[in-house]
């Protein structure tokens, strides 16, 4: 198993951030045997799922703590992600075509595009976001 961690902290107007999900958290997705079309949209899910959290778990503001933990197995790719914002509203977003008139909800068609196996969790004040798919099987 590999396994990879970052942290940073929450920036509306830094998206540095962006840098390390690529270069830290994507090599193990290509380890895992995943083409370069499905990794850049794992890529662009993680980027999805914080920037919600930077947007609607820290409402936007800066300085509060975001960490990802990447881990390839036998049988999954996950990544969990972990923050101290607010609780995430349950249910959770289906990730099905929000209407064409909808102000938001286009984020979690990203997320659940990219991964397939979406479970969060509320445990001591920090949101738990796990993000899961299979990896090819050689």
């Given at each position: ?36 079309l499905e990794v850049f949209g794992l890529q662009l899910a993680l980027v999805e799922a914080v920037n919600n ?86």
């Open positions: 198993m590999q396994r990879v961690d970052i942290d940073f902290n929450s920036d509306p107007d830094d998206m540095a951030w962006h840098g390390l999900i690529e270069t830290r958290l994507m090599p193990l997705a290509q380890a895992a045997g995943l083409g370069d959290i930077i947007e609607h778990a820290y409402a936007l503001e800066p300085g509060l703590p975001i960490a990802i933990s990447g881990e390839c197995c036998a049988d999954a790719l996950r990544y969990q992600l972990r923050d101290q914002g607010r609780p995430m509203p349950l249910p959770l977003p289906s990730g099905e075509p929000a209407a064409t008139d909808a102000a938001g909800g286009r984020g979690w068609q990203i997320i659940r595009a990219g991964f397939p196996d979406v479970h969060y969790e509320r445990r001591e004040g920090l949101n738990l976001l796990t993000l899961s798919r299979p990896v090819p099987t050689a």
